[in-house]
């Protein structure tokens, strides 16, 4: 059998076909397909997991219906199980980062792996626990550590992306505009300093300097574009011909 190409992502005992919807959905957001739910307490197809789908529909068409939970993971090599609580059971306990991080790795080894989310109202139960080979575990609010099912599949997948992509944690959206250069720069600059200085705005004479030392240093400062200081040039005309008409 082959392996996989992503996670599967296994439901188990869901109790509302919404809930199951909203994760498909979550899991779709992040290109994740391989769903598998155990023992849907309304039963499947669910018309109420359809709606709530809304466009990742593809995700519940292709979702594997087990009776049990061995038989949602009988063909993985390696199981994660979610959980909140603290369990009496001997575990490696990854935070949704790292475990996304190893499931990365696994799965460009060929190894199948799943990741379990249990039942909405009380989560897994040991015996789920049991079957699975580490735990994922979120730092929450200690006075309110309940994530709701769609919540705890979004997590794990947004941190799936991030292990499978190189996600750029900061970017400048330009708008189809570039950075100004350092010429247009001194072009904006000295433009202020000749109108300024008309003005009288460089006063008294022997702090003229200082003061349009500071100003060089705000524009440096500031991360202009190219339209950014057409705009500002053109503030600056408009405010000289409205004070000539005064």
């Known amino acids: 059998m082959q392996g996989f190409t992503e996670p599967a992502f296994v439901l188990v005992r869901p109790q509302m ?13 992040f290109g994740l397909s391989r769903m598998r739910l155990v023992d849907p307490r309304d039963g ?10 809304s466009g990742a529909g593809r995700v519940l068409d292709a979702a594997q219906v087990s009776p049990d939970l061995l038989g949602a993971v009988e063909d993985c090599h ?8 603290p369990r009496d059971l001997t575990k490696t306990v990854f935070s949704p980062e790292e475990a996304a991080r190893d ?22 139960e040991n015996e789920d626990v049991a079957r699975a080979n580490a735990i994922i575990t979120v730092d929450l609010n200690p006075e309110f550590s309940s994530l709701n ?4 599949v979004l997590l794990v997948a947004y941190e799936w992306r991030r ?13 189809g505009t570039q950075p100004a ?20 705005f460089f006063f008294p004479d022997h702090k003229a300097d200082s003061m349009k030392l ?17 705009t500002l040039h053109g503030v600056l005309r408009q405010m000289v011909r409205w004070a000539s008409r005064s």
Not at 78 to 85: G, H, I, L, S
Not at 149 to 152: K, N, P, S
Not at 169 to 174: L, P, S
Not at 181 to 200: F, N, P, Q, S, V
């Open 78 to 85: 390696y199981v994660y199980a979610t959980t909140a609580r």
């Open 163 to 175: 292990a499978m992509h190189d996600v750029v944690a900061i970017r400048e959206q330009m708008a």
């Open 17 to 29: 076909g919404e809930n199951v919807g909203s994760a498909a959905r979550a899991m779709w957001n």
């Open 181 to 200: 250069t350092a010429l247009e720069i001194d072009h904006l600059a000295r433009h202020y300093e000749e109108r300024l200085t008309e003005a009288g």
């Open 214 to 230: 500071s100003l060089r240093n705000l524009w440096s400062r500031m991360p202009l574009t190219g339209q950014d200081v057409q």
């Open 44 to 53: 499947w197809p669910n018309p109420r997991a359809v709606a709530m789908a």
């Open 103 to 124: 499931m990365a790795r696994r799965v460009g080894q060929g190894e199948r792996v799943a990741c379990l989310f249990g039942p909405e109202r009380a989560g897994l």
């Open 149 to 152: 099912l769609a919540q705890c």
